[in-house]
């Protein structure tokens, strides 16, 4: 975090100074661990057995914090009898189908309470017309269509709250985790015993009623196989020790761009729509029935989404959008399963996807597996290329590492590429949505140069001229250009109002002015709303992500600078930090809080944030028979953005590789899973492709993990950083980090040139030989670890080898984010050119006896 | 500047931020050269000579010595001053206009200020009100101002026809007007109604990837362009 998020870690070391212990877990010795208390070095990619161990001295030692679990998370829900854990089926769920690699989730569900709420749920599915569908849906990255909420569950279930049931989620927590012991850690992390216990008692002492401990990753968890369930495990130990919707409590992603967060909720991704809406899938959804069917009327705030639905068509479509035609539900383009981008890659080099606009992102550096990406670009018909800088993936046709091989050859590749120059940040003005959900707005300094653009006006312009081309056309596929609000007011360049924009995201109400909140968007089309978890960021017509007011002028939280999503919550889930009853869990850790003596007697929820509650719902409100949405939210639900406000310590449904997390070993490792006999996680989605080949497990011709990482004077790809001098200068090249023991092992001199190897590429790059990076002891052997910053390229002050193209591609199944942990082998000197890196390459493939008939499996298992 | 001053009163009144409080504390404080001149006489044996005082004036001015003797004990204000840069003045003083801005780099959302002389950016600074950032930014929030003004930004449109070996130059409203037609084409040519019995409506031939350093409202009309033309393949950082 040191590292990643210098001006974020502040705030740790503010912590410090009162008192914090400041455990830093990570692969290398870093400028984090320098100032930490303590640094655990771990093997990259066994994250889920550390933190399952973790999980494991919690349960066994009776450390949870019980009050909570047991009010809060859904401890006490009783599972389906058909249930089976990787206990019984060593290391599948029940619901496997080895086929396809899906697992499908009905075993996994809770069982209902009674035959009422079955009959209420068969009923609901009769009143949309059909038969019960939504239990598959994760199989298209549905998990990620809840991001800001869980997937729907059909109904709270029974639950035992002695917690005794053996068929309780607290029993089958306790038995699944039960083999992840501090000698396991050793065996599969390479963290000694002693500082296993060290961590763990750190860690227990500080939570509770009066101490809470938060968790923070630079978004290093994604990047695997099994990212998903890394993050669930650390969210089950947070659970477990009331660490969430508490202050100085939760997770936190520390993510990586300036508004990345902002480019989730307003999504400029595949599976979907601004606010988390998914994108209709075309065997579930061919009406706004179907699409809206899985939440409505389900318990929570989910339970109102054809409101948000309804709204973001008629902010999209206007007039046109009426009850009548569905509000143009048909005019939205259905999705059928996975068009991530290494899929879409995939579709170029294969020539079924032809046109590519790439703006502001540089993926022959920054995404895995450079080659695919530039296979992929050099098969395109055209290429739109926006950025400040001349980067990589605009000049891939004359310089990449393929025309040096021969690989490619300029004058045979037919992709025409257009580079438009872009405006900087403080050359347009514009929101960006940081990574706590906060939107601060940045006001225009001054004129972009020349050509320059921002993508607003970039983006106005070409849809202006699109459907002035279009103009007349009678044909149906132009109809949703033809219809589209397209109609913003401009300044006097011509460029559109970025307030006029954000104010359509807000939403607005039948006279046109701005809502206030997304409790007053409404289903039967009189309300229009652009992301309705953005609704109030332009309330009263002010923007509200303008508000500057100084820290010094107003109270810790700090409510009045900037806004954040939803309703301007700082904390996401505060109801957890009160009591069932209440009251503050202690006075130390009071937040948010019941007074009951409020409006006259009426009683409503204070403290210093925004309540993440409904104001006035008492805590002892029990909801009546068949409440929906927000009524049907209990007054001990505090995650009101679940369909049983409880947390998940199992995932009943909506995780796409099981209800629990379970190690699995990377794609690529050197270590046989000691856990379970599956070796890799069985539902990782492949990239199936010859210039994607995976190395053999337990290979000894790649017998080191390598790891990819930042640097802080350097940023992604590169493209920002590697062109200005000040940061050339304080990072001037490229290079890797391995242990001294590694490099008397391959006799790699400090400094020196060395070659790193896979199976896809072979880069070079300096080496630093350093005790940062430590020999990890495995049971009776060792395992070295390579450390690659990733930033480099070949253009820009700086240059070189790009890591990313050793990294290979295979992905979380749950959100399709590939696993950076690969198998390597490192040598002195540099690396062949032209041609002879080919057949270098090739070489080490025949030697390590990589399957190119199945080159994505790796071998170790289906 | 009032703005700009404004700034600076703030710093020295932050919490934490100590640097700027030892610079206004030591603002011209300079050693005490009597107490010094009088330990050296104590230390001397014979009467001074007029040659002597002068070298000890010289000496007294050494920088080394007023930090050694002066409050600026860190040497990072007025002991390290000359003559000359007591004279210079920070550009952040002479902006025609301070702007409120937030760091283009990762997702903690530090906020800068910008500072505009003649049309152009002077110079990008962290702004100490933030409850974000306390006005600190790192390495590369500080290089901002290179981000912007780099001589080797591209501001001219490049075009790079089929088979090429060199950019061509290309005017901005053809290179658009280009692009739309393209659009148009693709989106036709890899139209699809239907994929196994299903209604997909949409156009497999177009994709996008970017968003993660853009702004909400450019996310925004993106997604809505691209969702009217049929295109699914849409795509950021947020994946990778």
């Not at chain 1, 999209?316 to 899929?343: K, M, Q, V």
Request: proline letters at 6%; hydrophobic letters at 35%; a negative charge.
């Amino acid at each position: 975090m040191a590292e990643a998020h210098p001006v974020g870690f502040q705030w740790v070391m503010e912590a410090k100074r009162r008192g914090a212990t400041i455990i830093h877990v990570d692969p290398r010795f870093t400028r984090t661990s320098a100032v930490s208390d303590v640094h655990v070095p771990i093997r990259a990619g066994s994250d889920i057995a550390w933190l399952g161990a973790l999980v494991n001295y919690v349960l066994s030692n009776d450390l949870d914090f019980r009050e909570y679990v047991v009010a809060y998370t859904n401890a006490a829900n009783i599972i389906e009898g058909r249930f089976q854990d990787t206990e019984d089926l060593d290391g599948l769920f029940s619901g496997f189908d080895p086929e396809t690699g899906h697992y499908d989730p009905t075993s996994w569900a809770y069982q209902p309470d009674s035959a009422q709420q079955v009959e209420d749920d068969a009923e609901r599915d009769r009143a949309y017309g059909d038969t019960p569908g939504s239990q598959e849906s994760h199989q298209s990255a549905r998990s990620e269509s809840h991001g800001s909420g869980g997937a729907p569950v059909r109904w709270k279930g029974r639950r035992d709250e002695t917690l005794q049931d053996p068929s309780c989620v607290f029993q089958i927590l306790k038995r699944h985790f039960a083999r992840y012991t501090p000698e396991m850690v050793q065996e599969v992390c390479g963290i000694g015993p002693e500082q296993f216990q060290r961590v763990a008692e750190a860690l227990t002492r500080n939570s509770g009623r009066d101490r809470t401990t938060a968790f923070c990753y630079a978004v290093g968890w994604t990047h695997h196989s099994t990212g998903a369930q890394m993050i669930r495990t650390a969210s089950i130990l947070q659970l477990l020790l009331g660490n969430i919707g508490r202050p100085g409590g939760g997770i936190m992603a520390l993510r990586g761009h300036a508004s990345i967060q902002g480019s989730t909720d307003i999504p400029t991704l595949f599976n979907i729509l601004p606010g988390y809406l998914p994108m209709p899938t075309a065997s579930q959804h061919q009406s706004l029935d179907e699409w809206v069917r899985d939440d409505e009327g389900k318990a929570g705030f989910w339970g109102n989404v054809r409101s948000y639905a309804v709204s973001l068509l008629k902010s999209y479509w206007g007039d046109a959008a009426t009850p009548e035609n569905d509000f143009c539900f048909d005019y939205l383009p259905r999705i059928t399963g996975d068009h991530s981008t290494y899929t879409t890659v995939k579709s170029m080099i294969e020539g079924s996807c032809k046109g590519y606009f790439v703006v502001g992102e540089n993926p022959t550096v920054g995404s895995s597996n450079g080659k695919m990406q530039r296979l992929g670009l050099a098969n395109l018909d055209w290429l739109v290329v926006r950025d400040l800088q001349m980067i990589e993936t605009a000049t891939f046709w004359k310089d990449s590492p393929e025309i040096e091989t021969g690989e490619l050859v300029t004058e045979e590749i037919g992709t025409e590429v257009f580079f438009l120059p872009a405006a900087t940040h403080v050359e347009k003005s514009g929101s960006f949505t940081q990574t706590q959900r906060m939107l601060q707005w940045r006001d225009k300094a001054v004129d972009p140069p020349g050509d320059a653009r921002s993508e607003l006006q970039f983006y106005y312009d070409l849809g202006q001229r699109i459907r002035r081309k279009l103009a007349g056309s009678t044909d149906e596929m132009d109809r949703p250009l033809l219809d589209l609000a397209w109609d913003y007011p401009t300044d006097d360049e011509g460029d559109p109002e970025g307030e006029a924009v954000l104010k359509e995201i807000n939403g607005t109400g039948p006279d046109g002015a701005a809502l206030a909140s997304y409790t007053e968007l409404k289903d039967d089309g009189s309300t229009a709303c652009g992301c309705w978890i953005y609704c109030g960021v332009y309330a009263d017509e002010v923007n509200l992500a303008r508000r500057r007011k100084p820290h010094w002028d107003q109270d810790w939280v700090a409510s009045e600078w900037g806004w954040v999503w939803p309703a301007n919550r700082r904390q996401l889930y505060n109801r957890a930090s009160a009591a069932p009853d209440g009251s503050p869990w202690s006075e130390r850790k009071a937040y948010i809080q019941w007074d009951a003596d409020a409006d006259d007697g009426k009683g409503k929820w204070v403290g210093p944030d925004v309540p993440d509650f409904i104001a006035d719902r008492a805590p002892d409100y029990v909801p009546p028979e068949g409440a929906k949405g927000p009524d049907a939210i209990g007054g001990q639900d505090p995650f009101i953005m679940q369909t049983d406000g409880k947390g998940w310590l199992f995932a009943p449904l909506g995780v796409a590789d099981g209800p629990m997390p379970a190690h699995y070993e990377p794609p690529e490792s050197p270590v046989r899973n000691p856990l379970y006999g599956q070796q890799n996680n069985p539902s990782r989605r492949k990239v199936d492709h010859p210039a994607n080949p995976i190395n053999p497990s337990f290979s000894e011709i790649f017998p080191y993990v390598f790891t990819t990482y930042r640097l802080t004077e350097h940023h992604t790809a590169g493209g920002m950083s590697r062109t200005l001098p000040y940061l050339t200068e304080l990072q001037p090249e490229p290079f890797c980090e391995v242990s001294p023991r590694l490099a008397a092992e391959r006799g790699l001199t400090h400094g020196d040139w060395v070659t790193i190897v896979t199976a896809r590429a072979a880069i070079e790059a300096k080496v630093l030989v350093t005790d940062r990076m430590r020999s990890l002891r495995l049971g009776d052997r060792f395992v070295e670890q390579v450390g690659l910053p990733y930033h480099w390229g070949g253009n820009g002050l700086t240059t070189g080898d790009s890591p990313n193209d050793l990294v290979n591609l295979t992905l979380d199944p749950n959100v399709y984010i590939q696993d950076k942990v690969g198998t390597c082998d490192i040598r002195p000197g540099r690396r062949p050119r032209g041609p002879e890196l080919t057949a270098y390459v090739e070489a080490y493939r025949r030697r390590a006896g990589v399957d190119m008939a199945h080159p994505e499996d790796g071998g170790a298992d289906g | 500047m009032a703005e700009a001053d404004r700034n600076r009163t703030c710093l020295t009144r932050m919490p934490g931020h100590n640097g700027f409080e030892d610079r206004a504390r030591h603002q011209t404080r300079y050693a005490s050269a009597t107490h010094l001149r009088r330990l050296i006489g104590s230390l001397c044996f014979r009467r001074p000579c007029r040659g002597y005082i002068a070298e000890v004036n010289a000496f007294l001015g050494w920088p080394a010595i007023r930090q050694a003797t002066g409050r600026d004990r860190l040497g990072r204000g007025a002991a390290a001053m000359s003559k000359r840069s007591e004279t210079l003045e920070p550009r952040t003083v002479k902006a025609d206009k301070v702007v409120d801005s937030v760091c283009p780099y990762c997702a903690v959302g530090c906020a800068q200020k910008v500072f505009v002389k003649d049309g152009k950016v002077a110079q990008i600074e962290g702004n100490p009100a933030s409850p974000i950032s306390r006005g600190r930014l790192c390495p590369k929030g500080s290089a901002s101002k290179q981000l912007v003004t780099s001589p080797s930004r591209v501001t001219k449109v490049r075009y790079r026809r089929p088979y090429a070996t060199e950019w061509e130059d290309l005017d901005l409203d053809t290179a658009v007007d280009m692009i739309a037609d393209r659009v148009i084409k693709t989106r036709k040519q890899f139209w699809e109604w239907e994929a196994d019995g299903n209604r997909t409506r949409r156009t497999m031939g177009i994709a996008s990837l970017g968003g993660a350093t853009l702004d909400n409202e450019e996310n925004y009309l993106m997604k809505k362009l691209y969702t009217a033309m049929g295109a699914i393949q849409i795509e950021n950082q947020a994946r990778i």
